[in-house]
């Protein structure tokens, strides 16, 4: 019989690899998440002083507004491509060194490299979007619905503090328009040294997720200990463009990432057009974000246990909506409650976005195909938002046409969010 006042036994050199290799993929995943906003939400507070110290027209930062939806729409296509070739680790640390180098290039010569600094930014933030949750899927399934609202809270705190920190850093340094862009090349770089221990692994969208990939052991090792096996005929890929369900995905994918961006681009605008200061106005920016953190935290929880996401679609529109419409048309007096509302809105729309192209996909390959399908088509639907918010304020010179018309357009989210949320999957090949 065992002494019970004896020590107990060390864990297992093994247990403790697997768990320390855990710990390493959360960390390098939260590190990732919170650099997917930052480098966005840090523009729209400076707007103002972008325009008028770099001497660009209205339409110019409107098309600076729009242009990293546009190229989530553009590249998000070429990362489950690349994940078959290179492996998702691998894409994803290249990602983030691409992003580190265009918001140094953007901060270094912005009257020059602004645009071209931004687009190669939101490129790999594109990249990033698509394969993060494809890889918490195949890596950590049976803890997905956590890390992803883990992986929504960490992206909402780089929004929030991007939001919070663009005014005074830029008045600390005296107006300087270079240090202020580029500052949060800082994350980036330290996210690059924090994803660096999984470059070893490469899990590939053709691999599956089987035991070892899960207890966080590299690919290779795990077939290195395998024997040989005559390869076997691959399944015929799924055309996804066929399904009504794709599209589904897609439109609700679209047309909340219109409205999010929309008002994630020109809600200081906005806000400074009442009389709101520079600093006020991107903290109500951040109050946003704060919104969303809760949001994105509490939803895929909820969507994972729910049977279906209907009633949590229904909510989520209601929310958007009301918030956008308090926070133009109310009084000043309780803009940080309706912001709040919205970003609560959004954030939970957001995730519901994210859940659907796992949930409804019936295997990680499929998982990563539709993400990268509904990212890609949905983002250049979303382009239009930020243009058409900025074009219509100048035109007319205020912005209770363009909320009005961003209030139609989150009420449209409801028919394909609605047959989004069922409880149905798209098969594994054709």
Do not use: C
Not at 227 to 249: D, F
Not at 297 to 315: E, F
Request: glycine share 10%; aromatic share 6%.
């Amino acid at each position: 019989m065992p002494d019970p006042a004896a020590p107990p036994a060390p864990s297992p050199p093994r247990t403790r690899r697997y768990a320390r290799n855990g710990v390493l993929l959360v960390a390098g995943v939260l590190a990732i998440a919170f650099n997917l906003r930052a480098a966005i939400t840090s523009l729209p507070p400076l707007f103002p002083e972008l325009a008028a110290r770099l001497r660009l027209p209205p339409a110019a930062i409107s098309v600076l507004a729009s242009l990293p939806v546009l190229a989530f729409g553009v590249f998000s296509g070429v990362a489950a491509p690349l994940s078959r070739r290179f492996g998702e680790e691998r894409v994803l640390g290249g990602a983030l060194g691409l992003l580190a180098a265009g918001l140094l290039l953007r901060g270094a010569a912005p009257a020059v490299l602004l645009f071209p600094g931004t687009a190669l930014a939101a490129a790999a933030i594109a990249l990033l979007n698509v394969l993060l949750p494809s890889l918490v899927k195949r890596r950590a399934p049976e803890r997905a619905g956590l890390l992803i609202g883990l992986y929504l809270l960490s992206l909402s705190a780089g929004s929030i503090l991007a939001s919070i920190l663009a005014v005074p850093v830029y008045n600390q340094s005296g107006g300087s328009v270079p240090l202020s862009l580029a500052v949060w090349a800082l994350p980036a770089l330290a996210a690059v040294v924090v994803w660096l221990p999984q470059r070893r692994y490469r899990t590939v969208p053709g691999a599956g997720a089987g035991p070892a990939a899960r207890a966080g052991e590299p690919h290779e090792s795990r077939e290195a200990r395998q024997p040989r096996e005559a390869p076997a005929v691959p399944p015929a890929p799924l055309k996804l463009s066929r399904y009504a369900l794709t599209w589904q995905v897609t439109a609700y994918m679209g047309l909340q990432s219109l409205t999010f961006y929309a008002e994630l681009s020109w809600l200081p605008t906005m806000f400074r057009d009442r009389g709101v200061s520079a600093g006020g106005a991107g903290t109500l920016l951040a109050l946003m974000s704060l919104g969303g953190a809760a949001g994105s935290l509490l939803i895929p929880v909820l969507a994972h246990r729910a049977r279906n996401q209907q009633a949590l679609i229904a909510g989520t529109v209601a929310a958007s909506a009301a918030g956008l419409a308090g926070a133009w048309f109310a009084p000043l007096g309780g803009d940080a409650a309706w912001v709040l509302l919205l970003g609560v809105g959004q954030g939970a729309s957001l995730g519901l976005a994210i859940f659907f192209t796992m949930a409804r996909a019936s295997n990680p390959q499929v998982a990563a195909s539709l993400s990268g399908f509904a990212q890609s088509v949905g983002y250049l639907v979303a382009t239009t938002g930020p243009l058409a918010a900025g074009f219509l304020h100048s035109a007319l010179g205020g912005w209770t046409v363009p909320v009005a018309v961003l209030l139609v357009i989150t009420g449209l989210q409801l028919t394909p969010g609605w047959q989004a949320a069922r409880a149905v999957t798209l098969p594994g090949s054709e």
